[in-house]
């Protein structure tokens, strides 16, 4: 059974696979029982799709290898404090504790921008934010430096 430092650490892997790649670095984990069910990285430059976020891809493949859409017994590790489409997400696969990193105050939906698991839905997660905040958060601005220094900033 794996810590959530180890979780946590899985999910900075996939944002740096995703740096790699030259997309904003985000990454996510789905564990079950403290093993890694399904990982996601974002992948919007690469698929020129809106919807291909690290908790969106870690979230379809969760499902696929568990065989149903409900992750109720699931935890999410995510890089970065979830957008609202992520947030959604998380809320309706039931998962049940969002761990993040990095608070996102342009887009973030768990305390930054508004707190959508605090409105009335049907589900609500355990939520766990700011966990390993500082490594987070250096991958965003060492990859946000890096495009500035290049002049290609997204």
Known sequence: MMSDEELMKA???????????????????IAKDGEIVSTGRNRREYGKNA???????AIDKACRALGGWRLWQCDIFV????????????????????????ADTKA??????????DLP??????????????ECSALLSDFFRQLRLKGTEK
């Open 11 to 29: 999910a900075i892997e996939q944002a740096r696979i995703a740096a790699a790649e030259g997309e904003v670095p985000v990454g996510a984990v």
């Open 51 to 57: 919807l291909a976020h690290a908790e969106i891809e």
């Open 79 to 102: 890089t970065l404090e979830p957008c609202p489409m992520c947030a959604g997400a998380i809320i309706n696969s039931r998962i049940r504790r969002l761990v993040y990193g990095a």
């Open 108 to 117: 973030g939906c768990a305390e930054s921008v508004i707190n959508l698991f």
């Open 121 to 134: 839905f049907n589900h609500k997660p355990e939520i766990v934010s700011g966990f390993m905040k500082e």
